[in-house]
């Protein structure tokens, strides 16, 4: 059974390489994951939503700036580069992440970041001018929410 440590790490060096099934099962069965995008994943939505994500990603870094773990608990700051939508537009994302872990998996995952900064890059105008407001931060959830319901009904 590998350490929480080993498996925050295998989960990040996993993103960094786009390989979304290895990130995919760090997670236990029953998980649970939350950010202002997808706020309330559960079991298999995390890994499909991870297999989507990375499957799309356009010129994907992913850098860890800072991680403490133990078989239990760790935290995570990281900063996540890539190209977003048709337009490509390019985002750096620093994100807060915090992780329950049982038995070498994660059971609880909480990545926090700042909504209306990412907003203002990946959508551009739109999100610079009211990515703070409600009404966008539901719409982007909305949109991303189908997207993965469509993603997960084409999945064998």
């Given amino acids: 059974m590998a350490s929480g ?3 925050v790490e295998r989960f990040y060096e996993a993103f960094g390489r786009a390989d979304g099934q290895t990130m995919a099962a760090c997670y236990a069965p029953d998980a649970s994951f939350a950010d202002p995008v ?3 994943l559960r079991g298999e ?3 499909a939503m991870w297999r989507m994500l ?3 990603a356009q010129d994907l870094s992913v850098q860890v700036q800072d991680l403490a773990a133990d ?3 760790a935290t995570a700051t990281w900063m996540a580069r890539y190209l977003f939508g048709p337009d490509r537009r390019p985002v750096a994302n620093l994100v807060h992440s915090t992780f329950t872990l049982s038995d070498g998996l994660i059971t609880e995952q909480r990545d926090r ?6 907003s203002a890059m990946a959508l551009g105008a739109k999100g610079r001018l009211l ?3 409600p009404f966008v931060r539901n719409a982007v959830r909305a949109q991303a929410a ?7 009904a084409r999945q064998p």
Avoid at 146 to 152: A, I, K
Wanted: glycine share 20%.
């Fill in 54 to 56: 990375t499957g799309r």
């Fill in 146 to 152: 189908q997207g993965l319901r469509e993603f997960m």
């Fill in 38 to 40: 997808y706020p309330g």
């Fill in 131 to 133: 990515g703070w407001t």
């Fill in 71 to 73: 078989n239990h608990q």
């Fill in 113 to 118: 970041f700042d909504f209306h900064g990412w």
């Fill in 45 to 47: 939505e995390i890994g």
């Fill in 5 to 7: 440590r080993e498996t």
